[in-house]
């Protein structure tokens, strides 16, 4: 069955300290691995796409990398307005391709 | 932002009585998806369409049913909500393009069967 594991589910950072947040996945075919910042109260905000391992992809002070069983989102030097639920999901390339499996999210809190 | 936009944005309604979400897009983007995000769930697809009159079943359909008859808009339909249907509920469209699906958001709708 597929699935997707975020970790931590809530990570408490002071401003400017860097850390990593976790996703791993099972997914017999991976299509592709999506990374999504969520506001409270607000829909999902795409950030990136990774599609084969040894992928990066970097945004102001994210990154995110990819290998055969998780991905990373680094983030450099946070600041307050980086506070956010971030969602990590993989695409099934089984049948029609269109079948999506988030994680659950980790919350993120800079503090000034 | 994407052109998406989702009525009503809050709704609560009486158990067993019929709901229809509404989700409208400007971007003439072929794909469009419905979702339902729950606390220790995260957000789970519950129908898609692939074009017009073309959908087909997510992780969680039983209980849903959807209809587009048109590109810019995907209903959702739940013909007798149950309290297990409250939570709130995402629209989401993508475009396919050179087979990057990337999904854009709705505002979400917040459900509320009593």
């Known amino acids: 069955e597929d699935q997707v594991t975020q970790s931590p589910e809530a990570l408490r950072l002071q401003e400017g300290e860097s850390s990593s947040l976790n996703c791993s996945y099972t997914?017999?075919?991976?299509?592709?691995l999506f990374w999504y910042r969520q506001d409270p109260g607000k829909g999902p905000e795409f950030l990136f796409t990774?599609?084969?391992a040894g992928e990066e992809k970097e945004k102001e002070r994210l990154k995110a990398t990819l290998t055969k069983k998780e991905s990373f989102l680094h983030i450099t030097a946070p600041k307050p307005e980086d506070s956010a639920t971030y969602l990590c999901?993989?695409?099934?390339?089984?049948?029609?391709?269109?079948?999506?499996?988030f994680g659950t999210g980790t919350s993120l809190t800079v503090i000034p | 932002d994407a052109g998406i936009t989702q009525s009503p944005r809050h709704k609560v309604t009486e158990t067993g009585t019929p709901v229809t979400l509404r989700c409208h897009q400007t971007?003439?983007?072929?794909?469009m998806y419905w979702y339902r995000q729950d606390p220790g769930h995260g957000l789970r697809l519950i129908h898609y369409?692939?074009?017009?009159?073309?959908?087909d079943k997510g992780e969680v359909s039983d209980g849903y049913s959807v209809s587009r008859s048109k590109t810019e808009d995907f209903l959702l339909t739940l013909e007798s909500a149950t309290s297990s249907q409250t939570s709130v509920y995402f629209c989401?469209?993508?475009?396919?393009?050179?087979?990057?699906?990337?999904?854009?958001f709705g505002p979400g709708t917040r459900l509320t069967v009593t």
């Open positions: 989401a469209i993508s475009f396919n393009l050179a087979a990057s699906y990337e999904q854009y």
């Open positions: 997914v017999s075919g991976l299509r592709g």
């Open positions: 990774l599609y084969s």
């Open positions: 999901a993989v695409q099934d390339h089984r049948g029609t391709g269109n079948q999506f499996y």
């Open positions: 971007e003439n983007h072929r794909y």
């Open positions: 369409s692939y074009g017009v009159k073309d959908t």
